[in-house]
């Protein structure tokens, strides 16, 4: 599947073969810069799992939660179960759904780029509003700005590194997304462990570093090049080939570029890809675009990245313990997206995702087991079982990170018509902040 020859009806693939290019270091950096939109996914869930188990976030803002978790006879499942709470949790997921439907004819009619930017631009003013924030207004009109931002950045790159890459590494460039997802996740829970200790505002610093990346991303945008696909969707094909020969880097490209046009041609003729997408033909690649997230969620991989401190304090870890513990599974989450970089191409989508799942249900069922019998409704675990509940959790983590992690965005990306793309990836981003 490369360029633009996506097997669309009257679309030709057997040019495939006769792609020349190499791997430049024009189409490395196009993608490195493009993958730091994945590190503001990641750093918002390292971070707000973070500030959620600070003291002094809780007392400004949920005072009930608070007075709760002080209380060593509270019911462990309980402390944290707060409508506020779920509510700063929720909002930017929300917000992220409406933001990817909204993304995509933006994506589509106006370039990838423009919506890398525009995520850019969301997420640095959510994050200045949530470092400033005085109430619970403040913070959730961030967290929703935050959303949109997730939004638009998870419906563009991927797309743009599926599009910028050659086809031979395709799956391992679209998988530097997860990879800075990860490493965000793991600078998130590292700064939170040194914020931890800058009560009772040190979680306004935690938050207001997501504008670092967010600046990253809108400066990027800026500074990268438009994909071929996009710029010869838009009927600019003389640009379309010069960018091409530039990130393949040579001249001979006519059989990748004639497959774009292609593409192109028949791209232009959806005038709804929306309603073209429900289509018998292209019903294999709307079923993969919704259940692919579907299952990624289901995983339960959300509970332990965007929890993990509050799960380990719940556990019986102290407060630095918990937060130590959550920076291990984000460097072994990060670790292990480089397992996946190294093997898609080789051993292919499937391998990853049944091996990565069977491991993650083995360990499931042994934290739910350990659970279940040692810990209760307000016991706290032993120092030899918290250490197995940690062994096992960075396991499962583990196989997350070289299977459904990154093949949950790098597949959807991948089987799309070049007229039917903006949408299906609009599917994707929005079942995976649901």
């Known amino acids: 599947m490369a360029g633009g020859s996506f097997g ?61 978790k002080q209380h060593a006879h509270e019911n462990n499942y309980c402390k944290f179960n707060d409508q506020g709470l779920a509510s700063f949790t929720s909002s930017l997921y929300f917000a992220g759904l409406v933001a990817s439907l909204i993304a995509s004819p933006v994506t589509r009619n106006y370039g990838r780029r423009t919506s890398i930017i525009c995520g850019g631009l969301s ?6 509003l949530n470092a400033a924030a005085q109430n619970l207004a403040m913070l959730l009109l961030g967290r929703i700005m935050l959303g949109f931002g997730i939004g638009f950045g998870n419906q563009a790159v991927p797309i743009y590194l599926s599009e910028m890459a050659p086809t031979h590494i395709r ?16 600078t998130a829970n ?55 020969e530039k990130i393949r880097g040579t001249e001979n490209v006519s059989a990748e570029l004639q497959d774009i046009i292609d593409a192109s041609e028949f791209a232009k003729s959806i005038k709804h890809p929306f309603r073209n997408i429900l289509e018998r033909r292209n019903r294999p690649q709307l079923i993969m675009a919704i259940f692919m997230p579907t299952f990624q969620i289901l995983t339960g991989i959300n509970s332990i990245l965007f929890y993990a401190p509050v799960l380990f304090q719940s556990m019986g870890f102290g407060k630095n313990a918990s937060f130590y ?20 191409d080789r051993l292919g989508r499937r391998a990853l995702l049944i091996s990565g799942g069977i491991q993650m249900i ?3 069922v042994i934290v739910a087991i350990i659970l279940g019998l040692k810990f209760g409704t307000e016991g706290h675990l032993s120092k030899g079982y918290s250490i197995l509940v940690v062994i096992v959790i960075c396991l499962f983590v583990l196989a997350f990170g070289w299977s459904w992690g990154p093949l949950g965005w790098t597949v959807p990306s ?11 990836q609009s599917i994707t981003v929005a079942r995976s902040t649901h």
Request: proline content about 3%; hydrophobic content about 45%.
């Open 325 to 344: 513990s959550s920076a291990l599974t984000g460097a072994v989450l990060a670790s292990s997206t480089f397992i996946s970089i190294a093997t898609v």
């Open 123 to 128: 997420f640095l003013i959510g994050a200045t």
């Open 190 to 244: 590292m700064i939170n462990y040194g914020t931890s200790k800058l009560e009772p505002s040190g979680w306004r610093l935690s938050l207001g570093l997501a504008a670092v990346p967010a600046l990253l991303m809108t400066v990027g945008g800026l500074l990268v090049p438009e994909t071929p696909n996009s710029l010869i969707e838009r009927g600019l094909n003389e640009k379309g080939r010069i960018v091409l």
């Open 8 to 68: 669309a009806a009257g679309v030709a693939k057997e040019r495939a073969d006769q792609y020349q290019g190499r791997v430049t270091s024009y189409v490395i950096i196009a993608c490195m810069v493009a993958a730091v939109g994945g590190s503001l996914f990641g750093y918002d869930i390292g971070i707000s799992g973070g500030v959620t188990a600070m003291d002094g976030f809780l007392r400004h803002f949920f005072h009930g939660v608070y007075e709760k």
């Open 414 to 424: 991948e089987i799309f018509p070049l007229e039917t793309r903006s949408a299906g």
């Open 362 to 364: 083995t360990c499931q």
């Open 171 to 186: 799956g391992a460039l679209n998988i530097m997304f997860q990879l800075a997802t990860t490493l965000g996740i793991f």
